[in-house]
């Protein structure tokens, strides 16, 4: 199995600063016929289901404000809030489905300073 | 608009069975892979089981494999869970979703309690 691991925890950050969290997979997630990397960014606000933002790594979601943005190739990859709203506070997960079982990192709370 | 509800969750002993279902709306749900994803009281979120549009096509967790069945009723846009031999690790939150590879649309979920 694939074991997604991200840094930090969590995160205080003031309003309107740059957050940035770490995603790593324990195996390569790019398929090198397509050059495309199976992974996902997921936001889940208290008491919501999970709401996609970005797939193949830095592909965003329809309506997803362009201030979050996924970047990095192979087993590294990022997730950048370029400026934090109130509304951003929230746990973020990465996932790849790159082969079964599908796996999720443990997740990094995000909270305003 | 897209819409995706369980129900079916609940108290249920260890040992015991429950059926989850997903009804699904708003999209060509014959179309679509789902899959059935949860999240234990206060954890993060664990991939159970997914099947292919047909029906064609079904992985599971391997903490889940032997004991738990997916499979899906398109002509009634149905999504179903079934759950045998449940163990107290069982009890989460259940979330269906839409897709193949990442999840483009997630319900509200269904929680399951395995308690005695």
């Known amino acids: 199995d694939i074991v997604m691991t991200q840094s930090p925890d969590s995160l205080a950050v003031s309003l309107g600063e740059r957050a940035t969290i770490s995603c790593k997979s324990s195996?390569?997630?790019?398929?090198?016929?397509?050059?495309?990397?199976?992974l996902a960014w997921y936001q889940q606000k208290p008491g919501q289901p999970p709401k996609v933002l970005i797939y193949?790594?830095?592909t965003r979601e329809s309506g997803v404000p362009d201030r979050f943005s996924g970047s990095g190739s192979g087993t590294d990859f990022t997730l950048t809030i370029s400026s934090l709203q109130a509304e951003d506070v929230a746990v973020y997960y990465c996932?790849?489905?790159?082969?079964?079982?599908?796996?999720f990192g443990p997740g990094t709370k995000v909270e305003i300073k | 608009e897209v819409q995706l509800v369980e129900s079916g969750g609940g108290l249920v002993q260890p040992g015991g069975s429950l059926r989850l279902s997903c009804a699904a709306s708003?999209?060509?749900?014959?179309?679509?892979?789902m899959q059935w994803v949860r999240q234990a009281p206060g954890k993060g979120l664990m991939w159970v089981s997914r099947?292919?549009?047909?029906?064609?096509?079904?992985s599971y967790a391997d903490s889940v494999k032997g004991r738990f069945t997916i499979s899906r009723d398109n002509a009634k846009n149905t999504l179903y869970l079934q759950m045998n031999s449940l163990r107290a690790e069982d009890t989460a939150i259940y979330y269906c979703?839409?897709?193949?590879?990442?999840?483009?649309?997630w319900g509200q979920g269904t929680l399951v309690t395995v308690s005695s």
């Open positions: 979703a839409r897709g193949e590879q990442w999840m483009s649309a």
């Open positions: 996932q790849q489905y790159y082969s079964t079982p599908f796996t």
């Open positions: 195996q390569s997630v790019l398929y090198s016929p397509n050059n495309r990397n199976y």
């Open positions: 099947i292919k549009s047909d029906g064609g096509s079904i």
């Open positions: 193949w790594a830095s």
């Open positions: 708003g999209f060509t749900f014959s179309s679509y892979w």
